[in-house]
């Protein structure tokens, strides 16, 4: 069903973006795209649709979904970096969070011939038909980071590389219960969520393993959900209409589904003088602020993601083109840390302490 699916689409992704693509190809062939850009990428990485080279090895192209927080900037550093490093050429593209323009971006890429095409998509099933675009092209790809509507291992979609997002799903639900037990003293309480995107694959996992877990705790109820778009004002925006939706009392957790989100909540929160919601915060990313704030006692606990994907990306990028097999779904690791405990407070700390030293602007675990 799921071979048939994809190369239904793949015919009309082929059909009807042809026109897409070929008004994006001014951006491929030249300057910058500006839309939905949330920061500067780093020295050294070329300009979108531009071939930098790094050696003279094949041409490596990669999509991006958008630029529209300093995760994103830190990871599309990290990926061409890293490419450029292990001597390849690499053409890229951002799409400012457009699913639509990202895939007409992605036809734009392949018509350029590449060795291996790499993704990180917006939006689950709107992406999709960027996998009967690599068949049709014979073209090798590597999604990351998120996941689209047909599994990797079939045809050119050779491996997904992502963190489990159910399981970080089920990481926070498991901190929501402790969170409002050491809080209330009972397994209960009014949730509050910051979703992320809505509709892609982490926001539908994380609330899916979420859910495993706070379902056998009747008491747990989410009362209200927005969406952040993952960055810092929407979620201080979205955090302002609950609070002035719920007075205190109505209010027991926050859930951000990352940090951007959270921090926002906790300007809302602390402009409005809602201190009972201090420390009753959970997020996921790993960002240096939001670490900061689980030492401070103001996050309860935040799970990593951390955006450097480029080193662990380049060793399956050399084993595809090399001919060899690659596991179709390997899972990144990620790590929770929790200022419940004692022994959680120590090791945050420690943790904030090595990334100031080393100057790193999220969790490198």
Known sequence: MMNKRRSIMA????????????????????????????????????????????????LIAFSQEGMENGWRTENTNSIMNAIKEA?????????????????AQVQNLLQQKPALLVVEP?????????????????????????????????GMYKTLITVNWEKVGEALGTAAINTLTAKTGK???????????VGSAPQIAMDKGF??????????????????????????????????KYPKGKIDLVWGQNDEMGIGALKAIQAAGRNELLGAIIVKDGELEGI????????????TNTPYFGPIIV??????????????????????????????KTEVKSLYDDMVKAGQKFAPR
């Open 211 to 244: 859910q495993t877990i706070v379902s056998s705790h009747p008491g747990i109820k989410i009362v209200a959900v927005q969406d952040g778009n993952n960055e810092r004002g929407p979620g201080m925006q979205a955090m302002e209409d609950f609070l002035t």
């Open 315 to 344: 060793p399956y990028i050399k084993k595809i083109l090399a001919g060899e097999s690659v596991p179709a779904a390997p899972d990144k690791p990620f790590t929770c840390f929790e200022s419940l405990t004692d022994k959680g």
């Open 187 to 197: 397994d209960a309480g009014n949730v509050v969520e910051l979703a992320g995107v």
């Open 122 to 154: 917006a939006e689950q099933q709107a992406a999709t038909p960027i996998a009967g675009l690599a068949d049709a092209a014979n073209v090798p790809m590597i999604m990351a980071d998120r996941s689209i509507g047909v599994d990797p291992g079939n």
């Open 87 to 103: 001597g390849y050429q690499v053409v890229w593209q951002q799409a400012g969070g457009d699913q639509s323009k990202q895939v």
């Open 292 to 303: 900061e704030q689980v030492a401070n006692g103001n996050f309860a606990t935040d799970c």
């Open 11 to 58: 015919v009309v992704a082929v059909s009807s973006l042809l026109a897409l693509a070929a008004c994006a190809s001014t951006t491929a062939s030249g300057g910058n795209s500006t839309s939905g850009g949330g920061g500067a990428t780093a020295a050294g990485v070329p300009a979108e649709g531009q071939v930098s080279t790094g050696g003279t090895g094949p």
